[in-house]
C-alpha cells in the first residue's frame, strides 16, 4: 500500500536532506556528531548553521510577514525531522521562539509585530519567559512586576501607562534560551489584586535594555534535553515602554491561554519524530540481534510489542494532526483539543518509548554503539510530558468544560464537523488568532460526530468495527450522563481522583472517533485506509482491565509488514510515510 501524499510539505523533505543521514559518522549532523554536543551540553552547532542557512525561523513567521507559517499541521512535520534527530535542536533552536511569536500574532500590534518578525527572519532569537520556579503552570501565581513609573502634568493630573515607562522586577527561572534571545515576552504582574486581569505580556527588547538592570543566572543542568541553553534572568527595575505591553494592560493569562493553544497542540505533535527514530533504532537491533537461533524478531513478544508502538505512533499522528487542523477549522473548541492532544499524545510517546526500553534490554542504556541515540532520545522525550504546560494541568483544564460539553454536545446528535478536519490532505483556511477562545462553550464536533458515524452505512467486513463505534457512543453517553451532573465544587484544583478520571476517559473517546474519522476520510488505496491499523487503534485504547493484550495475529501481520517496508524502503513510520535520510 501506498502512503498518503500530501500530509507533508515539501520542504519537510528539503530540510530532511540537508541535515543528512543520521547513520553516517562523517556527517556533521548525523548522530555520532549529536551523541558527542550531548556528551559536552552543548548544542549541535553544525546543526544551528544548517538551520539558520535552511531559514527554519520562517516557520514561525506568518506569510502577509514574509513567513511560511501556514499550517499547523505542516510546521509540527517540518520540525519533525529536527526532532527524530535530535530533539535539543528541535527545541533549542526552533520550538522555543515558535513559542514567543505566537502571543505576538495573537495580541502583538503592527509594530510589534514586525519588530519580531523581522528578528525571526534574521535568524534571531526570541524567548518565553512565562516560568517562576515557585509557581510552576500556575501562571496566575506569577510574582514578576510591572509598575508603572508615575508622570504628573502641569495641572497636577497622573498620565496614563500609555505615556510612561514599565519597570520590570522579578526573576523568570528555566527559560530556553533566555541568555541567548534578543528579545523576550514576559508575563508580568500589573495589577497587584489577584483576578483574570493581573497580568500583562510585555516584549522586552533585550538588545537594546540596559545591561546594569539585568543579571543572568546559572544556566539550569537537566538530564534530558542537555545541549538547550536553559537560563534565568534576575530583573531590577528595568525600564521598557509601557508601549512594550501586548494587548491591552490585563490581558497577559488571556491573551497567553489562547496562544498556547497553539503550540500545546503542536509540540507533542512533533515529538512523535523522537517515537519514530526509537522504533527505527529498535527495529534495526533486534531484527540483526540473533537469539534462539533466530533474528529477535522472530520471537512472537518481540514482533508483538514492535507492531503495537507502531500503531501508538500512528494514533498519535493522528490525534495530533486533528488536532492541529482544529485550529484552522474550528478554533471556538481548539481550547478543549489542544488540551486534550497534550494530554493523550504526551502520555503515548512516552509510554512506547519505555516499551521499546525494556525490548533493547542492557542496549538501550548504552552511550555508545548502534544503539546509543536511544538513550538520548528517551531522556530528550521526558519533558514532552511536564515541558511549557504539564499533562496534570490540561487534565485540570478539561475537567472544568465537561459539563457543559456533556449538556450541549455528547448526549445528542450535532451538527457535523467539517470533513477536512479529518481529510489529511485537504487545504486548509488560514489561521485565525483572533478567533482562538479560552472556553469551547460546549462545542465539541469530534465527540458529536459519534452519533452520525454509529448510523451510517458500513460494508459488511467492518461490521466488527461499526459494532465498536456504537458501544463507544453508549459510553459517550454514559459519560455525558455523569460529567452533566457535576457541581462547581468537583471542578477545582482539588477534586477528587475519580472526577479526573472522566476526563481519561473522555480523551480515550476523543482519540478513538479522531482514528476512525481519519481512517473513513482516507483515500482508497493509502494505508490510512486499511482497516488493519484502525483495528490495532482500537485495541490498543480500549478499556479493559490491566489494558489491551496482544493485537489480533491477522492485525499485527498487516502492521509488521508494514513496518518492516517501510524500514526497507527508507520511510518514516508515521502518517506520512515520508522518505528520510536515514
Known amino acids: 500500500m501506498t502512503t498518503a501524499k500530501g500530509l507533508a510539505p515539501k520542504r519537510a523533505d528539503e530540510l530532511e536532506h540537508l541535515l543528512g543521514s543520521l547513520s553516517d559518522p562523517a556527517n556533521p549532523t548525523g548522530a555520532t556528531a549529536i551523541l558527542a554536543a550531548d556528551e559536552r551540553a552543548e548544542m549541535l552547532t553544525a546543526g544551528e548553521s544548517a538551520l539558520h542557512s535552511y531559514g527554519l525561523n520562517a516557520e514561525f513567521v506568518p506569510p502577509e510577514l514574509g513567513g511560511r507559517l501556514e499550517r499547523a499541521d505542516h510546521i509540527a512535520e517540518v520540525m519533525r525531522a529536527l526532532y527524530r534527530r535530535d530533539p ?25 509585530t514586525e519588530h519580531a518578525a523581522r528578528l525571526l527572519l534574521d535568524g534571531r532569537r526570541i524567548a518565553i519567559a512565562f516560568h517562576e520556579l515557585a509557581h510552576g503552570n500556575d501562571m496566575a501565581g506569577t510574582e514578576f512586576t510591572a509598575t508603572t513609573d508615575a508622570i504628573t502634568t502641569t495641572d497636577g493630573t497622573a498620565t496614563t501607562e500609555a505615556d510612561g515607562l514599565l519597570r520590570l ?19 508580568a504582574r500589573t495589577d497587584p489584586r489577584p483576578g483574570p486581569r493581573s497580568h500583562s505580556l510585555v516584549l522586552v527588547d533585550r538588545a537594546n535594555a540596559d545591561p546594569a538592570r539585568l543579571t543572568d543566572l546559572p544556566r539550569f543542568g537537566t538530564v534530558g534535553m542537555r545541549g538547550v541553553q536553559l537560563g534565568g534572568l534576575c530583573f531590577d ?20 491561554l ?39 524478531t522472530d520471537m512472537p513478544h518481540v514482533r508483538s510489542v514492535l507492531a503495537g508502538v507502531f500503531a501508538d505512533l500512528l494514533r498519535a499522528e493522528a490525534i495530533g494532526a486533528v488536532g492541529a487542523r482544529a485550529l484552522h477549522l474550528v478554533p471556538g473548541a481548539a481550547s478543549v483539543y489542544a488540551s486534550a492532544v497534550k494530554f493523550e499524545v504526551s502520555r503515548l510517546l512516552l509510554e512506547a518509548m519505555d516499551r521499546l526500553a525494556e525490548l533493547l534490554g542492557a542496549h538501550f542504556y548504552l552511550r555508545e554503539g548502534p544503539t546509543a541515540l536511544f538513550q538520548k532520545l528517551l531522556r530528550d522525550l521526558a519533558p514532552v510530558g511536564f515541558g511549557h504546560i504539564a499533562r496534570a494541568a490540561c487534565q485540570m483544564s478539561l475537567l472544568s468544560q465537561l459539563p457543559l460539553l456533556a449538556r450541549r454536545t455528547w448526549d445528542r446528535p450535532g451538527t457535523e464537523p467539517p470533513g477536512a478536519l479529518f481529510a489529511l490532505t485537504e487545504e486548509l483556511p488560514p489561521l485565525r488568532y483572533d478567533r482562538l477562545a479560552l472556553h469551547a462553550g460546549g462545542r465539541d464536533p469530534i465527540a458529536a460526530s459519534l452519533h452520525a458515524l454509529a448510523d451510517t452505512p458500513w460494508a459488511p467486513e467492518h461490521a466488527d468495527l461499526r459494532t465498536t463505534v456504537g458501544d463507544d ?11 452533566g451532573q457535576l457541581s462547581p465544587v468537583d471542578l477545582g484544583v482539588d477534586a477528587r481522583p475519580e472526577h479526573y478520571d472522566l476526563v481519561t476517559r473522555y480523551v480515550r473517546l476523543l482519540s478513538r472517533t479522531t482514528c476512525v474519522q481519519v481512517w473513513r476520510h482516507a483515500h482508497p488505496g493509502d494505508f490510512l485506509a486499511d482497516p488493519a491499523w484502525l483495528r490495532a487503534a482500537l485495541h490498543r485504547s480500549s478499556s479493559v482491565p490491566h489494558g489491551p493484550g496482544p493485537l489480533p495475529a491477522p492485525v499485527e501481520a498487516v502492521l509488521f509488514a508494514e513496518l518492516l517496508g517501510r524500514r526497507a524502503t527508507g520511510r518514516s513510520f508515521g502518517l506520512a510515510g515520508r522518505p528520510l535520510a536515514v
Do not use: F
Open 88 to 112: 535539543a535542536l528541535g527545541l533549542g533552536y526552533g520550538a522555543s521562539s515558535l513559542i514567543a511569536a505566537v502571543t505576538l500574532w495573537t495580541a502583538g500590534d503592527e509594530r510589534q
Open 237 to 256: 527595575e528595568l525600564p521598557v515602554p509601557s508601549s512594550a505591553i501586548l494587548g491591552p494592560v490585563g490581558s497577559g493569562l488571556e491573551t497567553a
Open 169 to 187: 522586577s522579578g526573576r523568570k527561572e528555566v527559560v530556553t534560551n533566555i541568555r541567548r534571545a534578543d528579545a523576550m515576552v514576559v508575563l
Open 258 to 296: 489562547k496562544a498556547l493553544q497553539i503550540t500545546r497542540t503542536v509540540l507533542p505533535t512533533m515529538a512523535t519524530g523522537i517515537l519514530d527514530t526509537g522504533l527505527r533504532i529498535a527495529v534495526d537491533h533486534l531484527t540483526k540481534r540473533r537469539l534462539y537461533g533466530g533474528p529477535a
Open 473 to 483: 457512543r453508549t459510553e459517550l453517553a454514559e459519560l455525558a450522563a455523569v460529567c
